[in-house]
């Protein structure tokens, strides 16, 4: 290989005419404008491999780039690349016809097969990801089972009646509380309609440890209204009854609290939850202790069924003062049934304080 010549050598070289350096500049242009840099450095390398003179050094990089800049190189590639295939088809068997269609039915059906697979992977996997995404964004929502829920609805069908319309929990949050309405039968003139939930026994609530044998920790709740109230009525002195049994039943989770019977709700007093009444709260009963009231579902245990009875405030501070039991043998059964004009129970001082 012909040494490189160093700076000072190269100025006691043979100089090269003003006319070949140009030609040689224009070629060199040529080359880094249109040719493969990787080319170029080859036609160097390659005119460097001659006998070390600077003359034989130049003509070999000329004629190099030339055939470059006019083709011939490209054209013994191509020639070689062709030689190279029909080598390497010579050495490879020939297939009959039969035998090379199935190899490519074969091919095909492989390629179809994976191409299936990985769509329905892709699919999946999509499916997956859209999934996971809903739930970042939804409450952790507490929910009865299938099962669970059918065995809810049974019951209440059981002890109230055929369900009329089922009111489906617009919210989102902590449960899903569904109400039932239940209207008399024709043949039940004066008896009254309920409201019913159906969700709230999927939370369970922190009851105090002294009363967890008491199996407090899951309810329903449910309002007895006069048969003639309108619930379907998109007025909200007609409908509040359904808004009223939504915010008790989310009451346990909202407060981290429980509800049993005898407790009292009160109302705030910048918030009507009655319009067209003065109720100011309620109490919640469990009707002449009755158990066929009370549900046992598989995986969940016992569920109560309260009712909701409305209160005036003159009620609540004398339920407070006395008990809630002294108030409820003064209060007639017809206050059991809520209307909007119901009589004020008559309240005297009892003899005894009677706790609930």
């Known amino acids: 290989m012909a040494k ?11 100089n090269v005419s003003e006319q070949e350096m140009l030609a040689q500049g224009e070629l060199l242009g040529k080359a880094m404008q249109g040719m493969l840099k990787d080319a170029f450095a080859e036609a160097v390398v ?3 491999l001659g006998d070390g003179k600077e003359a034989d050094i130049n003509q ?17 590639q191509t020639a070689t690349k062709e030689e190279a295939q029909v080598s390497k088809s010579e050495q490879a068997p020939a297939l009959d016809p039969a035998t090379a269609q199935e190899q490519v039915q074969e091919q095909a059906q492989a390629t179809g097969q994976a191409q299936a697979t990985g769509q329905a992977q892709a699919q999946e996997q999509d ?11 939804l409450p952790n929502l507490e929910l009865y089972t299938q099962v669970q829920l059918k065995a809810v609805k049974e019951h209440i069908e059981q002890c109230f009646g055929p369900i009329y319309l089922q009111v489906e929990d617009s919210q989102t ?5 569904d109400i039932d309405i239940i209207k008399p039968s024709e043949n039940q003139e004066g008896a009254c309609q309920y409201l019913v939930t159906k969700g709230m026994g999927a939370h369970k609530m922190p009851v105090p440890d002294e009363f967890k044998a008491l199996n407090l920790d899951r309810a329903e709740l449910y309002l007895a209204l006069a048969s003639d109230w ?30 049993a019977q005898g407790h009292i709700i009160s109302f705030p007093q910048d918030e009507d939850y009655a319009p067209g009444t003065n109720y100011a709260g309620a109490i919640l009963l469990n009707p002449a ?16 069924f309260y009712q909701v009875v409305l209160l005036y405030q003159e009620e609540i501070d004398y339920a407070e003062q006395y008990s809630a039991r002294t108030l409820m043998k003064l209060m007639d059964k017809s206050a059991y049934v809520c209307s909007k004009d119901r009589a004020l129970t008559k309240l005297r001082k ?3 304080k009677v706790a609930l």
């Open 4 to 14: 490189l010549a160093s700076n000072h050598d190269c100025k006691q070289q043979t």
């Open 46 to 48: 390659n005119a460097a």
């Open 60 to 76: 070999n990089i000329h004629s190099k780039l030339q055939a470059l800049l006019t083709g011939q190189a490209s054209k013994e």
């Open 127 to 137: 499916k997956s990801a859209q999934i996971a995404e809903i739930k970042k964004h």
């Open 173 to 177: 949050d902590h449960i899903k509380c």
């Open 230 to 259: 309108n619930l379907e009525s998109e007025e909200e002195q007609d409908n509040w009854p359904i808004t009223l049994l939504s915010v008790l039943s989310r009451l346990p989770f909202v407060y981290d609290s429980w509800m």
């Open 289 to 304: 202790q009755d158990s066929s009231y009370g549900l046992e579902l598989d995986n969940l245990g016992h569920i109560n």
């Open 350 to 352: 009892p003899k005894h």
